[in-house]
């Protein structure tokens, strides 16, 4: 492997990690706007899960949620961002 070579590879593999970095960021953006959600609605919530293979939704992030209402009960379901954007679609678990 000669030093251009290697110079190929370590641009492509930045690329990747930026990639990789901007949509783990994605993410995380997406799950805070879950948890907004929720809190607007009046509710506390408890646990707030990646799906990563779970796409009901048109090619968005899914999440597994666990929230108390006001009461205190516990209620499981789950929610995604169509296309990776507000707003957040809610169905029971």
Same mark, same amino acid.
């Given at each position: 492997?000669?030093? =251009?070579?290697?110079?190929?590879?370590? +641009?492509?593999?930045?690329? %990747?990690?930026?990639? &990789? %970095?901007?949509?783990?960021? /994605? =993410?995380?953006?997406?799950?805070?706007? %879950?948890?907004?959600?929720?809190?607007? +609605?009046?509710?506390?919530?408890?646990?707030?899960?990646?799906?990563?293979?779970?796409?009901? =939704? &048109? !090619?968005?992030?899914?999440?597994?949620?666990?929230?108390?209402?006001?009461?205190?009960?516990? /209620? /499981?379901?789950? !929610?995604? =961002?169509?296309?990776?954007?507000?707003? %957040? +679609?809610? +169905?029971?678990?």
């Amino acid at each position: 492997m000669s030093a =251009l070579d290697l110079g190929i590879y370590l +641009r492509v593999l930045a690329i %990747v990690g930026i990639v &990789a %970095v901007l949509w783990l960021l /994605h =993410l995380l953006l997406a799950r805070e706007w %879950v948890k907004t959600d929720i809190i607007d +609605r009046g509710f506390t919530p408890v646990s707030i899960r990646w799906k990563p293979f779970a796409w009901w =939704l &048109a !090619c968005g992030p899914v999440f597994r949620v666990t929230y108390s209402d006001t009461t205190g009960a516990i /209620h /499981h379901a789950e !929610c995604g =961002l169509p296309n990776g954007f507000k707003p %957040v +679609r809610w +169905r029971k678990h």
